[in-house]
């Protein structure tokens, strides 16, 4: 009778913790996705809060990610701005991040993307409409993606950057004290069309479901091909 396959088994047991690990990992992204995707149709329909109440509650919950909230910025569309690069539908581009003036709290300002503008022929953008903003600035709260390994580095020298790097922006913008978060612009849209507003992004992907069925199918596979091979080990 031939001998237990102890390193078959051993490799066989450390494969199927990770591809069971991974999926559990996916199932937890799922529910943590489906929450995402709840909380952004809620707040499609959400009424704006004012902004002051909102970032004045930063202490006690500092989740405001995806807040409506509404505050004058009678400036906004006449303000310097910075360029974040960024790809839109395909379309290389900027999103315009300027700086409005906050009063009567703990934050001095906060950073306002206006949204996306289409990258011109020279490599830059083309310059602010200059409208005059008469109603309220309604706007989404958002965190920002963090920076990775392949983003490229700010150059703040030049207005443009990569990652959103609040406390770089607002010392370009000569923002005092920002908020430790960006306002989405979403209303008033310029008349000009440019640039686009785009707050809340409408096609998050939520495929943690399918990866979730193919790491438990592979493991599922693998625990059926080892013990097929265990089996007929052991009868011959």
Known sequence: MKRFPIGLT???????VLLLGLGRWQVQRL?????????????QHAPPRPLAAVLAGIGR?????YT??????????????????????????????????????AFGSVLVDRGFMPQDASGGASPPAGEVIEAPVIGVLRQGDPKTFVTPDNQPSQRLFYS???AAMAGVLGAARPAPTFLMLESPAPK???PIPAPVPLDIPNNHLEYAVTWFGLAAALACVYLASLWRRLRS
Do not use: N
Not at 32 to 41: C, P, T, V, Y
Not at 71 to 82: E, G, H, I, N, T
């Open 164 to 166: 959103r790097d609040i």
């Open 61 to 65: 919950d500092p989740d405001v990610d």
């Open 68 to 105: 409506r909230v509404v505050f004058d910025c009678p400036q906004v569309d006449r303000s310097a701005f910075v360029r974040l690069y960024t790809v839109r539908d395909g379309a290389a581009g900027f999103r315009l991040i300027t700086a409005c003036p906050l009063s009567g709290g």
């Open 192 to 194: 000009a069309g440019l």
């Open 31 to 43: 529910h943590w996705k489906e929450g995402l995707l709840a909380r952004i149709a809620a707040l």
């Open 10 to 16: 051993l490799a066989t047991v450390i494969a199927l």
